[in-house]
């Protein structure tokens, strides 16, 4: 395990066999981030537990079986980490489906532009996804039929939920239902994204969900 200089920066673990990867990606990151690298799955969740990082960038080739088994896993015992798979050459939309919906925030190509890497690692601590948009469709929709009727039902308690929300909340979840960042809400309501953020947390709590995975969704069954 390698480490950098901490200094009350908010740390962010990665994981990968890949030694020129893994310092070349550390030597972006560590300008703004405590990083920390693992070079087997079993020591990273070892150093999970132990230094309760902000974000995991994990590269799936370390999972020799079932990379999404091991990110339930590490999700299971971790709850609240972020997670940014490292993209392999062969993946597929539909592998990449599967990981997001068992509760990973992003992926990256390996050979992903500097700017990119470090836009990526800031959105998703900031709460927002680092995913090709048609894949969030896809996912959205997957969910929508996996729910059923649970989440489709005309008149049932959900509604009545969405009718707690001001109308300035309204807007920002519609907005985050169409997929809008706090960037572009803030800037199209003439607000602050810290306000946006206000917002969210109150829509989160008031509709009982947690992330703006399930907002989208929420919103689809009911437009």
């Not at 990665?14 to 310092?23: I, N, Q, R, V, Y």
């Not at 969405?162 to 803030?186: D, S």
């Amino acid at each position: 395990m390698k480490t950098g200089k901490r200094q009350d920066r908010i740390t962010v673990m990665m994981a990968t066999g890949d030694a020129s990867l893994a310092d070349h990606y550390g030597g972006i990151l560590e300008k703004g981030y405590h990083v920390v690298v693992c070079t087997a799955l079993d020591e990273s969740r070892e150093q999970l537990t132990r230094l309760h990082p902000a974000l995991l960038i994990l590269d799936p080739s370390l999972a020799d079986k079932d990379p999404n088994s091991a990110i339930a896993d590490i999700l299971s015992s971790n709850p609240g980490l972020r997670i940014i798979v490292i993209e392999g050459e062969t993946d597929s939309d539909t592998d990449q489906r599967t990981l997001f919906k068992t509760g990973v925030h992003g992926f990256c190509k390996r050979d992903i532009a500097d700017i990119l890497l470090c836009k990526a690692v800031h959105l998703v601590l900031e709460g927002e996804y680092w995913i090709q948009r048609k894949l969030i469709t896809q996912v959205i929709s997957e969910l929508a039929k996996d729910a059923g009727t649970i989440v489709s039902r005309p008149d049932g308690p959900e509604d009545s939920l969405i009718n707690t929300l001001t109308p300035r909340e309204l807007q920002v979840a519609r907005m985050v239902h169409m997929g809008g960042n706090n960037k572009m809400i803030a800037r199209e309501l003439d607000i602050s994204e810290r306000t946006v953020k206000a917002h969210l947390s109150a829509i989160f709590r008031k509709l009982d969900i947690e992330n703006r995975l399930h907002l989208a969704l929420y919103f689809s069954t009911k437009t």
